[in-house]
């Protein structure tokens, strides 16, 4: 059975797509079956999938308002050896649509049952904002993967999401865990970096993956090319910080069985 992973962070351009996007590539390269879901309306996961996002007759949008089901929406990555379930503006009309909508929040939870024996994991990349496609993204994950640059600010919004994240526990998965924090886009030079990261270790502890994430102009080229940075230029450092970062979230998964 999958276990779903949210990669959740209600800031624009901390890395979420980047991380979700190279992670399903890593840990397809190491032989885990895996599904990639875009639920930011962007499709910036769609593209960097190596998919033309303009062009998809069925989206993720489609199996939320439930007129297709997953086999009609899910399609293989254009690079790197995994599924996806692409999106793309026509997500932004979910949420209006499903404002009256009885179990809005089980949307996506319900479209992806019947094919959770396919897959080992599955990724979702979340919009900027705890909003419906979040909450639909939270209700059915298993854990959650928090992507977030060393900086003042970070700390503060941390506070946020995880508030969000208890009351969803609370409310709708009681099973839903943390189940890391990722140091992404890191400068080993800056001190504010470090301090951050120190504070993190210490609210987080061992939820903090000992893999960090430099910056690297490769990470941010490989989408242009449609490629995930595995197949733009394996030996990039960041290239191998995510298939390091992938052998831990396996490693994680063991942990809870
Ligand atoms: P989000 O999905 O949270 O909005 P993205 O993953 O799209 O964030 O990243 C924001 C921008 O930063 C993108 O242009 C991306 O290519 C770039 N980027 C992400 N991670 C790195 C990194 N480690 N090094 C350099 N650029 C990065
Ligand atoms: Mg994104």
Request: hydrophobic share 45%; charged share 20%; glycine share 8%.
């Amino acid at each position: 059975m999958a276990r779903i992973v949210a990669i959740t962070n209600q800031k624009g351009g901390v890395g979420k797509t980047t991380t979700a996007v190279n992670l399903a590539a890593s840990l397809a390269s190491l032989g885990r079956r895996v599904l990639l879901i875009d639920m930011d309306p962007q499709g910036n996961a769609t593209t960097g999938a190596g998919v033309d996002k303009q062009g998809l007759e069925r989206t993720v949008y489609h199996l939320l308002i439930q007129a297709a089901d997953l086999a009609t929406v899910r399609v293989r990555a254009g690079a790197g050896d995994f599924d996806l379930l692409p999106a793309n503006r026509d997500l932004a009309g979910a949420e209006v649509e499903l404002v009256d909508a009885g179990n809005r929040e089980f949307r996506l939870k319900a479209a992806l049952a019947p094919a959770l024996a396919e897959y080992d994991l599955v990724l979702i990349d979340c919009p900027p904002a705890l909003n419906l496609l979040t909450v639909n993204a939270l209700t059915c994950a298993d854990a959650v993967m928090i992507p977030m640059q060393c900086e003042y600010f970070a700390i503060e919004g941390l506070a946020d999401l995880v508030n969000t994240i208890k009351k969803i526990k609370a409310r709708l998965n009681p099973g839903l865990v943390i189940d890391g924090v990722v140091r992404v886009m890191f400068d080993n030079r800056n001190t504010l970096a470090q301090n951050v990261s120190d504070q993190l270790k210490a609210h987080f502890g061992a939820k903090v993956f000992d893999t960090v994430v430099p910056r690297n102009v490769r990470l941010a080229e490989a989408p242009s090319h449609g490629l995930p940075a595995l197949q733009y230029d394996r030996a990039s450092r960041g290239a191998q910080a995510y298939l390091s970062m992938a052998r831990e979230l396996i490693e994680k998964g063991k942990a809870h069985g």
